[in-house]
């Protein structure tokens, strides 16, 4: 039954398809064996028929009786009969004369009309065929035929024939040619069993590549996510490239390793019957395919009609999920304004229209086997008339007949195989689509050139701006020629209402995204001059959400650091204050950290920091927001994270003040811009938008 | 299944029996057609018979044919019907019931569960009804009457039909069974994949920091590498699938010829073609039988995961909805109070209370704050006034009267509540704003732009492309933290209610924007009654009480001056957040 699962079309098939090819070069051997291989199969199914209609045509030749040797029988024995009848008659002076076949009949029923002794003694035992056929077997013959008559029935007249005695009756009884029926069988044995093993390894190889190409995909997609620009995840959604992992790459690999074989079998299948019928039987290879060419274009309308639904079930099933999550996660506000009545009403719309195409797409597809059916019945019907037709005519043999049922049901599946494998083919280059298209993503610059180096133990620690200028967007400058110089340990607090693009510097600084004019100096060399990889050496990075993967808290806090002794983490837990935390976790170091645990949010924080502490680099990015913190946590927290400052450079997104009013260097940034810098008082002075923004907490 | 199954209505029903009726009929179509076949292949065979017999048997074969078609169709269209129609009515129904849910039982199950089992899980069910259901009552009925039509025809023939059913059947339970568990670790897998996955993402800033591009490349592939490897396993397993079932049947087929061919050898001449279209016969419901029994193993497939499905929809649709609505609706004695008397709270699982012994009274147009640490419960301790949970001991009165004896609807006209995280619907800024009903007519826009003007929305929302009109994404992607959480307390402001709810509603906003809307809004409602949960002392400063909590208890009441002298706790989280000088000041 077709039923597609995603109606997505591609927006250029040939040329995804052809790149999806180039793409399984390194299997290409096991491609050609495996469609070989189904080749193969394939061809061997459609000569299948025709030796199945040799066996058949073997055992219908077994049971003809031996037409030819009655005639023989019936002769020898009349011919007995007369000249010994007439014999006897002459003994007995009865003249006979015998001119026409009428005499010579009536001459067999008067010896019928003989008492049985008087038979007995006048025939004599003869000899057909090197068998010898008894006097008594000689009258039972005559009595027996004698009772045949015109207008019996053929099953009638076979019961008679097996009245006959035995000695005849094994003369004219029906011989199966045994040694041929034999090497037939077991011709068509070999014949499935080759069918079977071929389409198996054929099988197996294809879950070789399929599976194979589904993994370096995922592979592919997963690396190229560590190689894209943070832009695109900044106007990406992560669903999205998930989805591209997941289940792109599975509608590729799942549908694939069935699709090509499945392609090249139906195909071979499909032009195979077609010629095999016209080269056992032209007359009934037209009668077949005339039969069956309705019902395909009745099932090609349906198919189109039902594709139709199928999307737009896909689409309200699509709508009916954004309702069902918006309503779902805004429970409590739903549930609070009285809207469930609303809520509903929307929800049984979606519902209705689902409800319908649902309806719609299941029977259109639902009937499409039926029909099928239909169509082979049909053409069985059709082949057979036809076939009893020329049979009769002795224009063919039974066992064509035989074949050609077969080959009707042969013909019919194909095609709506192929008809299938297509659509199913568009899913997948919908899918190899979506996945190339991230494949094809402008990646970050390639840096292999870059010479300049600085060693992070020998890192001194001052950084300065020289007239930078950035915006996300080109047309767009939101930092203005900002200049800044920092030296080394100094604190420089970067503050800003919500929104007002704090993170930009942080972006700036890390090479997460490049400045347009102007340059920033760290150790007195340009960033443009560094390698990323370099620059990350040299700076911790703290951010508000506390990121942490799945895996042990030893895991976490080594990360990718690869030479760190728990005694060292043990330590550096002390200092962060995290370490009675973790001894009160039932693991230990080894405790799983996952999303949803007994972990707190300010333990997690506390924990991103003796990573960041462990990593041990001279420049500091922090972000200090402990939003949802407890407060006995936050105070733990902030005693590491004025740990952690100590000694090192450091960027800081401040929302304490003591971290503002002690900072070397306060910026601050409305709206993306950096609009004031300076010192706590400096700006104070001002009385500018800092002023306003700092004595807003005070305000009654 | 049968729990569920008991939604089916009478009209439902009658449907079955309908299809029950077509099926059988049909089945009954099905099998004659070999009967057809065989007396073809007899006139065939024999010399003498005319061409008229062969096309008046054709005819009635072609006649079945068409018959069965249209039983087909029919049944198609009637299990069509009745599937999409089941899978409308529990989906509704889960929605409603899930409507009726209050916050214990949505964290019970988890949001994202309540969505997979509204629409994935009926999925599998309606797949069970419109797949499954004709597969049901046609498999085994095709089977017995396709087995009567050959028994007793030929011990022999029946013999090799009977090996080819058992080694179909054993090798479809041995691919199920090898196949099945490995499908529920693909289900596990694919998380994992996807989990690793964003991990990566979310977290890209810190991988690029910390060069760990490489570490997380090598998590990736463990996964990737198990993943595929059960994936090749269970293709591997399939791949047998087909050829093997090919292979039974043409071998069956073949068996019964040869079986055949011997039994004609040695019989009779008048046998001799009797057992030849018996032979013909056997070939045909031989296969019927066989494919019946195919379609039953696939039922195995379908089943088992069509009955955890239902097994989880059961689950909703019988989980109790502990929030119940009472009765009473009408005017009250006093406006605008809040009252706690006594009241304790535990979650129904929980052994330990999360509130103990609260008491205390807001009356008309006070503000009252809460304060203290996460985990202190003073979340909790507000979303029992509109009932997102209840009191587990104790009263709590709105208005004088007992929460519980409110109709739900009648209580929350007299609320404004603004949960934590601001939740924005699809749809206009101003259908965000005027959202729900109160008992009154809906806000007019002017009213709508009076609400976000107090919310401090006004700026923003005119700067959007169409202003009131302008579109807010599914989830409010589009617009900012901050601008969500202003939208979302104009739209209590815009219910005009007598009792607001804050809960830690001023999180996304800076300092000046918190200080401002509040100002506005004292301005704005001198009527209503507030009640603050926030973190930030800067918030709740002048509050006409502050309700300090610790570990669920209430360890203070006053204001602030009075507080700082009083209570420790307050004193400590004062501290916390501002220096000793900067309280002075305040």
């Given amino acids: 039954m077709p039923r597609p699962e995603k109606q997505e079309k591609a927006k250029d098939f040939k040329g995804t398809m052809i790149r999806l090819f180039q793409s399984l070069e390194q299997w290409r051997y096991l491609l050609v064996i495996a469609s070989t291989l189904a080749l193969i199969a394939a061809a061997l199914s459609t000569v299948a028929p025709n030796k199945l209609s040799d066996v058949t045509d073997v055992i219908s030749d077994g049971m003809k009786p031996n037409t030819e040797n009655i005639g023989i029988i019936s002769q020898e024995i009349s011919q007995n009969i007369l000249e010994n009848y007439t014999k006897y008659k002459m003994t007995k002076n009865q003249p006979v004369e015998i001119t026409s076949k009428e005499d010579s009949m009536e001459l067999l029923e008067e010896f019928n009309n003989l008492t049985p002794q008087e038979k007995q003694y006048v025939l004599k035992p003869i000899r057909i065929q090197d068998k010898n056929i008894s006097v008594q077997d000689q009258i039972e013959f005559v009595e027996a035929s004698l009772s045949l008559k015109e207008e019996m029935s053929n099953e009638e007249m076979i019961q008679v024939l097996d009245e006959y005695p035995e000695s005849i009756k094994s003369l004219i009884e029906p011989k199966m040619d045994q040694k041929e029926l034999h090497k037939r069988v077991l011709i068509l044995g070999i014949i499935y069993l080759l069918n079977a093993i071929f389409v198996y ?343 508000q959400d506390t990121w942490l993967f799945e895996g042990t808290i030893r895991e976490n806090l080594k990360f990718n650091k690869k030479q760190v002794s728990d005694e060292e983490i043990w330590n550096i837990c002390k200092t962060v204050g995290v370490d009675h935390f973790i001894k009160t976790l039932p693991g230990g170091l080894d405790s799983m950290v996952g999303d949803n645990d007994s972990i707190s949010s300010g333990q997690k924080q506390l924990l991103t920091i003796a990573r960041g502490m462990i990593e041990d680099e001279p420049f500091l990015i922090l972000d200090e927001a402990t939003s949802n913190v407890d407060t006995r946590t936050e105070e733990l927290v902030q005693k590491a994270m004025d740990k952690l400052t100590e000694g090192r450079t450091s960027f800081i997104i401040a929302h304490r003040l003591s971290t503002i009013k002690n900072a070397n260097l306060i910026l601050v940034m409305n709206e993306g811009n950096i609009v004031e810098q300076g010192t706590h008082e400096e700006l104070l002075k001002k009385n500018g938008f800092y002023a306003k923004l700092y004595n807003s907490q005070f305000q009654k | 299944m049968i729990k569920l199954f008991k939604n089916l209505t009478k009209k439902d029903l009658s449907i079955i029996g309908i299809v029950v009726l077509l099926i059988v009929f049909s089945v009954f179509l099905d099998l004659r057609m070999p009967e057809y076949m065989s007396k073809i292949t007899k006139l065939v065979q024999t010399e003498d018979s005319t061409l008229q017999d062969i096309l008046t048997a054709g005819f009635h074969m072609v006649l079945c044919a068409v018959g069965s078609l249209i039983c087909a169709i029919t049944t198609g269209f009637f ?328 109709e739900l609807k009648e209580l929350n006209n007299r609320i404004g509540y603004i949960p934590q995280t601001a939740f924005m619907f699809t749809g206009t800024v101003e259908e965000n704003v005027a959202y729900g009903e109160n008992g009154k007519q809906k806000p007019s826009l002017e009213k709508v732009k009076e609400a976000v003007e107090v919310a401090q929305g006004k700026d923003f929302v005119e700067k959007m492309d169409h202003a009131y009109q302008s579109h807010i994404a599914r989830g409010g992607t589009n617009v900012s933290g901050g601008q969500k959480q202003r939208l979302s307390i104009a739209r209590a402001i815009a219910r005009d209610p007598e009792i607001y709810i804050f809960d830690d509603s001023f999180s996304a906003l800076d300092y000046q924007t918190d200080a401002k809307l509040r100002k506005e809004l004292k301005k704005y409602t001198k ?59 305040a």
């Avoid at chain 1, 929104?499 to 600084?509: E, I, P, R, S, Y």
């Fill in chain 2, 527 to 585: 009527e209503a009654t507030s009640m603050i949960v926030a973190q930030r002392i800067g918030t709740i400063m002048n509050a006409d009480k502050i309700i300090v909590l610790d570990k669920g208890e209430c360890v203070g009441i006053g204001t602030h001056k009075e507080l700082l002298k009083t209570c420790e706790v307050y004193k400590e989280i004062a501290l916390s957040q501002l220096s000793e000088e900067e309280l002075e000041n």
């Fill in chain 1, 201 to 543: 390894i054929e099988g197996r190889m294809m879950a070789y590549v399929g599976i194979g190409y589904a993994k370096k995909l995922r592979k592919n997609i997963s690396e190229k996510i560590n190689r894209l620009p943070l832009k695109y995840f900044d106007t990406h959604e992560t669903g999205d490239v998930l989805s591209r992992v997941t289940n792109d790459a599975d509608t590729i690999g799942i549908n694939m390793s069935d699709n090509i074989t499945s392609f090249v079998t139906n195909v071979t299948l499909f032009v195979g019957s077609i010629i095999m019928m016209f080269v056992t039987n032209w007359m009934m290879a037209l009668t077949a395919i005339g039969a069956s060419i309705l019902g395909f274009i009745g099932s090609f309308f349906l198919l189109k009609k039902s594709q139709k639904y199928f999307v737009e079930r896909q689409e309200q099933l699509g709508n009916l999920n954004g309702h069902i999550e918006e309503i779902y996660s805004g429970h409590n506000v739903v549930k609070a304004y009285n809207g469930e009545k609303k809520a509903l009403e929307e929800f049984d719309e979606i519902n209705n229209k689902l409800f319908n195409c649902n309806r719609k797409s299941q029977f259109l597809s639902g009937i499409m086997q039926p029909i099928m059916i239909f169509v082979g019945n049909f053409g069985y019907v059709a082949v057979c008339v036809v076939g009893a037709l020329l049979v009769m005519n002795n224009m063919t043999s039974f066992g064509t007949i035989v074949a050609f049922m077969i080959y009707i049901r042969l013909f019919t599946n194909p095609l709506s195989r192929i008809a299938q494998a297509m659509t199913t083919m568009q899913s997948i280059a919908a899918a190899a689509e979506r996945v190339y298209e991230f494949m094809d993503e402008k990646e970050l610059s390639e840096e292999s050139h870059l010479k300049e180096k600085i060693d992070k133990k020998e890192a001194k620690g001052n950084i300065e701006f020289k007239n930078v200028r950035f915006g996300y967007d080109p047309n767009k400058t939101i930092i203005k020629d900002f200049s800044a110089s920092v030296k080394s340990g100094e604190k420089i607090a970067i503050v800003g209402p919500t929104g007002a693009g704090k993170t930009t510097m942080v972006n700036l600084l890390m090479k997460f995204y490049e400045i347009t004019d102007g340059d920033i100096l760290i150790d007195g060399k340009s960033i443009k001059e560094l390698s990323r990889e370099n620059i990350h050496d040299l700076f911790i990075m703290v951010l």
């Fill in chain 2, 79 to 406: 299990t069509s019907l009745l599937s999409a129609n089941f899978s409308k009515t529990i989906r509704r129904k889960i929605f409603e019931k899930v409507e009726s849910f209050g916050i214990a039982e949505i964290k019970k199950f988890s949001t994202s569960s309540l969505i997979t089992r509204t629409t994935n899980d009926v999925t599998q069910i309606e797949m069970l009804l419109s797949m499954g259901l004709h597969l049901l009552i046609k498999s085994p009925v095709m089977a017995v009457w396709a087995l009567l039509k050959i028994i007793g025809k030929s011990g022999e023939l029946s013999l090799v039909t009977a090996i080819g059913v058992v080694l179909i059947v054993i090798t479809n339970l041995t691919i199920i069974r090898i196949v099945s568990p490995r499908f529920a670790i693909i289900q596990r897998l694919t998380d994992k994949i996807n989990g690793t996955t964003r991990e990566n993402i979310t977290g890209i800033r810190v991988v690029h920091a910390f060069n760990a591009e490489k570490f997380l490349q090598k998590r990736f592939n463990t996964v990737n590498e198990e993943l595929s490897g059960t994936h090749l396993t269970i293709t591997k397993t399939f791949a047998l699938m087909d050829p093997m079932m090919n292979f039974v049947m043409h071998f069956q087929h073949l068996g019964i010829y040869v079986v055949g061919a011997y039994m004609i050898m040695n019989s009779s001449m008048t046998d001799k073609i009797n057992i030849f279209s018996n032979m013909v016969v056997f070939s045909s419901y031989g296969m019927q039988v066989i494919i019946s029994f195919l379609m039953l193993t696939m039922i195995f497939m379908i089943y088992p995961r069509a009955q955890v499905s239902a097994n989880r929809i059961n689950e909703v649709l019988e989980s109790d909805v502990s929030v119940k609505s009472g009765s009473f609706h009408g005017d009250t004695e006093e406006r605008g109070t809040v009252e706690f008397k006594d009241v304790s709270f535990k979650y129904p699982d929980a052994d330990e209370y999360l509130l103990k012994h609260i008491s205390f009274k807001a009356e008309q147009g006070e503000t009252v704050a809460f304060i203290g640490s996460t985990g202190s419960g003073k979340s909790t301790l507000i979303n029992l006034i509109p009932r997102l949970y209840d009191a587990t001991d104790g009263e709590v009165f709105v208005d004088g009267v007992n929460v519980k004896e409110y």
